[in-house]
T-cell receptor
Framework: DGGITQSPKYLFRKEGQNVTLSCEQN?????MYWYRQDPGQGLRLIYY???????QKGDIAEGYSVSREKKESFPLTVTSAQKNPTAFYLC??????????FGNGTRLTVT | QKEVEQNSGPLSVPEGAIASLNCTYS??????FFWYRQYSGKSPELIMS????GDKEDGRFTAQLNKASQYVSLLIRDSQPSDSATYLC?????????????FGTGTRLTVIP
């Protein structure tokens, strides 16, 4: 079955620590995305990547970093520079101009 | 002006009624339109896609697109408590590149038994 796998489902970290969220897809999609969602809020784009070894900042990239070394993988690192990292993080992928397919999300809590 | 606008709700309808969710968009050249359903604490799931003017029906769901008026709507017939969720409208603009999909903030629907 094709899909997007995000891990872990829940993540707890102490303030000041970097943390990496995993996203893997086997849909053979070129484009991958990271969104952040806060309670009762819409989706905000963090980073996106159209092809391997290329990625672009979204609307709220500060305090985050990504890599795209393989077509299937698009990990997101939440750095200590991100002032309010506690949120629900969603990874997605799609073919050009097609609907987004979402992973199940990672809920990050930083204390 | 936001790319995609939705009434945040909450919208409450009794079980069995028709729920009507609306979405307007700013780019007249937009080509593809999607509705997602998101249950609390879960990720969005695609429920409808529509690409041309008119109605598209899928079971109890009907998507309606009016490009001249720049709005797209989702009707849910015979609403069930299990339809209670936030519904996100997404619009694909005509511009090239991967960052051409824009989401509304969502409308929260509650179906009252």
């Amino acid at each position: 079955d094709g899909g997007i796998t995000q891990s872990p489902k829940y993540l707890f970290r102490k303030e000041g620590q970097n943390v990496t969220l995993s996203c893997e897809q086997n849909l053979n999609h070129d484009a991958m995305y990271w969104y952040r969602q806060d309670p009762g809020q819409g989706l905000r784009l963090i980073y996106y990547s159209q092809i391997v070894n290329d990625f672009q900042k979204g609307d709220i990239a500060e305090g985050y970093s990504v890599s795209r070394e393989k077509k299937e993988s698009f990990p997101l690192t939440v750095t200590s520079a991100q002032k309010n990292p506690t949120a629900f993080y969603l990874c997605a992928s799609r073919d050009y101009n097609s609907p987004l397919h979402f992973g199940n999300g990672t809920r990050l809590t930083v204390t | 002006q936001k790319e995609v606008e939705q009434n945040s709700g909450p919208l409450s309808v009794p079980e069995g009624a028709i729920a009507s969710l609306n979405c307007t968009y700013s780019d007249r050249g937009s080509q593809s339109f999607f509705w997602y359903r998101q249950y609390s604490g879960k990720s969005p799931e695609l429920i409808m896609s529509i690409y041309s003017n008119g109605d598209k029906e899928d079971g109890r769901f009907t998507a309606q697109l009016n490009k001249a008026s720049q709005y797209v709507s989702l009707l849910i017939r015979d609403s069930q408590p299990s339809d209670s969720a936030t519904y996100l409208c997404a619009v694909n603009r005509a511009q090239t590149g991967a960052n051409n999909l824009f989401f509304g903030t969502g409308t929260r629907l509650t179906v009252i038994p």
